[in-house]
């Protein structure tokens, strides 16, 4: 089989498969920003938003960094009494066509068990892994720690 | 009576307070005219990041902006923080008017030194205040706020805290006058501490 044969035969499996199920390929990362860290022994934190361009549901089911030994998705929830409680997703689903923020207060990635400090100004790679094998990379810079946003 | 039990307690003390804030701001009734309002005074004795024994005491004469938190959180704390600090950077001159005060519920890693590494950070004018359990209950009780101790195994020494996020301010006489709620952005704090200044001046 040619090169050319080759390619067409993926492409047509892609054609296929694309509209059932969307992957890593159609999130698209945006406005990824952490805040600088002191030495390694709390947990950080990064935000970011995952835009999904295909048109099916996209699911986070993990993320991976050799930032952290550990890195999750937590969502801090503020009660009616003001009271602040952050807790572990297991999945984040996104629907086709839609975005979901991670940002202060809300959804967050948690990176805990720091391998090496957070300086700012410098970045690490993140990788976000969907129930489907696929993986979304992001380069997420880290900013001052008293940051508010991405632009800070 | 326990932990929880208080915490609980506390919670619904708060609640209160929310309404009874709520009922100052939409009828413009005097500060702390509210009995809701007035049941929250700052009462402590706390060791600052400096290691000098505050006390409520030393704040007289002085706005405090107080905050509670533990420098293992990584999502919320930090982003009061941030946004203190910004308040503070807006506020210019009028800024030597106002002491923020961020108090650890975390009594048992949250030491002055810890606090120390970790508060100056994000502002130097921002104090940390930490102390022993019995000293934070007490404050917790005097300031009518809520924590608990959250096992989480993935968090460092397996436990993170839940608490309660809102920014108490304190008049220059000690008096309680209002909560900003968690994620009140900076500008608007910065707007109304302006115009109290501006007003008792």
């Not at chain 1, 839609?98 to 100004?121: K, S």
Request: with cysteine.
């Amino acid at each position: 089989m040619n090169r050319f044969s080759h390619a067409a035969l993926v492409l047509g499996l892609f054609a296929v498969a694309a509209p059932v199920l969307a992957g890593g390929d159609d999130v698209v990362v945006e406005d990824a920003w952490s805040r600088a860290s002191i030495g390694t022994s709390r947990p950080g934190a990064a935000y970011m938003t995952l835009r999904n361009t295909g048109a099916g549901p996209v699911v986070v089911s993990g993320l991976r960094t050799d930032l952290a030994m550990r890195s999750m998705i937590h969502s801090t929830t503020t009660d009616a009494q003001g009271v602040t409680r952050m807790s572990h997703m297991e999945e984040v689903e996104i629907a086709a066509g839609e975005a979901v923020a991670l940002a202060p207060g809300g959804l967050h990635v948690m990176l805990m068990e720091l391998q090496r400090p957070m300086v700012e100004g410098e970045s690490f790679t993140l990788s976000v892994i969907f129930a489907d094998g696929t993986e979304a990379s992001v380069e997420v810079p880290i900013l001052g720690i008293a940051a508010r946003g991405p632009s800070d | 009576m326990t932990r929880l039990q208080k915490g609980l307690w506390a919670a619904v003390a708060v609640a209160a307070l929310g309404a009874g804030a709520l009922a100052v701001t939409g009828s413009r009734a005097p500060e702390g005219a509210t009995t809701a309002a007035s049941s929250v005074v700052a009462e402590f004795e706390l060791t600052g990041h400096d290691g000098v024994v505050r006390t409520e005491e030393d704040f007289r004469g002085t706005w405090t902006l107080v905050f509670f938190g533990f420098t293992n959180c990584p999502d919320v704390c930090p982003t009061t923080l941030a946004e203190i600090a910004q308040v503070m950077d807006d506020l210019g001159p009028q800024a030597d008017a106002v002491q923020p005060l961020f108090v650890s519920v975390d009594s048992d890693r949250d030491r002055p030194e810890e606090l120390a590494e970790y508060v100056p950070m994000f502002h130097p004018s921002i104090l940390g205040l930490a102390g022993t359990p019995e000293q934070i209950e007490a404050t917790a009780a005097s300031f009518k706020i809520f924590y608990e101790r959250v096992p989480e195994d993935a968090a460092p020494d397996g436990y993170t805290m839940g608490h309660t996020s809102q920014v108490f301010l304190f008049d220059p006489d000690g008096g309680f006058v209002r909560l900003y709620g968690y994620g009140t952005p900076a500008p608007e704090i910065t707007a109304d501490l302006r115009a109290r200044i501006d007003a008792r001046e």
